[in-house]
């Protein structure tokens, strides 16, 4: 499968972006999906992920009550919508696929172990 992101640039702090993340190339509704993201410098962290129905969710610590993780299967994307930025939110932001049981897997499962990934795109958030 074949991931493209698309949605960062540059906000002031307090404020919304939606990042895509289109897929081709297989059955899309078989792949959990995550977002994770790299500011410079730093090590690669998990940011949220949903499950293959999209009826369950994650988020890290970080994020949660501001950024949303949605799939639309019919239009094989996913978005992370991102909410109240902040500076140190600040990050090239990947999405990645693997393929998942029907049966939902543990939250820990989500968090790492993907196979496929996007090229990023860049958010910055200016304060």
């Known amino acids: 499968v074949q991931l493209v992101e698309s949605g960062g640039g540059l906000v002031q702090a307090g404020g919304s972006l939606r990042l895509s993340c289109a897929a081709s190339g297989r059955t899309f509704s078989v792949y959990a999906v995550g977002w994770f993201r790299q500011a410079p410098g730093k090590e690669r962290e998990f940011v949220a992920a949903?499950?293959?129905?999209?009826?369950?969710?994650y988020y890290a610590d970080s994020v949660k009550g501001r950024f949303t993780i949605s799939r639309d299967n019919a239009k094989n994307t996913v978005y992370l919508q991102m909410n109240s930025l902040k500076p140190e939110d600040t990050a090239v932001y990947h999405c990645?696929?693997?393929?998942?049981?029907?049966?939902?897997?543990?939250?820990?499962?989500?968090?790492?172990?993907?196979?496929?990934w996007g090229q990023g795109t860049q958010v910055t958030v200016s304060s």
């Open positions: 990645a696929a693997k393929m998942s049981r029907s049966l939902p897997p543990p939250s820990s499962w989500y968090k790492n172990g993907y196979d496929y």
């Open positions: 949903i499950s293959r129905s999209g009826s369950n969710t």
